[in-house]
Nanobody
Framework: QVQLVESGGGLVQAGGSLRLSCAAS????????MGWFRQTPGKEREFVAR????????YYADSVKGRFTIARDNAKNTVYLQMNSLKTEDTAVYYC???????????????????WGQGTQVTVSS
């Protein structure tokens, strides 16, 4: 069992930056690949980024590539999402998630993740 708690969301102007954090507790954090997803009302949860167990491999949705960076600190049991050049369309509730499988396929599917945080709201104003 892994418990995940996101923080760092808030209100920011377009073009600004935010850094989200996700603190994990429970079973060994380094055993899990970690992902970030986001969701807006009436839409399905959307993949944002993923990082593998040791941080050697990262993956991004095309919509955030070049603007967002995912990183992890296994000593602190924390995964981060640095979001730069924010756009109004980045407004969403952001969730972190843990996946016990180091997969190469399906890594953007929310159904493949085992544990989820409660989410943190990010609002980007124009």
């Amino acid at each position: 069992q892994v418990q995940l708690v996101e923080s760092g969301g808030g209100l920011v102007q377009a073009g600004g930056s935010l850094r989200l954090s996700c603190a994990a507790s429970g079973r060994s954090f380094s055993d899990y690949a970690m992902g970030w997803f986001r969701q807006t009302p009436g839409k399905e949860r959307e993949f944002v980024a993923r990082i593998n167990w040791r941080g050697a491999r990262t993956y991004y949705a095309d919509s955030v590539k070049g603007r967002f960076t995912i990183a992890r600190d296994n000593a602190k049991n924390t995964v981060y999402l640095q979001m730069n050049s924010l756009k109004t369309e980045d407004t969403a509730v952001y969730y972190c998630a843990a996946d016990r499988t180091d997969r190469l396929y399906g890594l953007d599917k929310s159904s493949e993740y085992d544990y989820w945080g409660q989410g943190t709201q990010v609002t980007v104003s124009s």
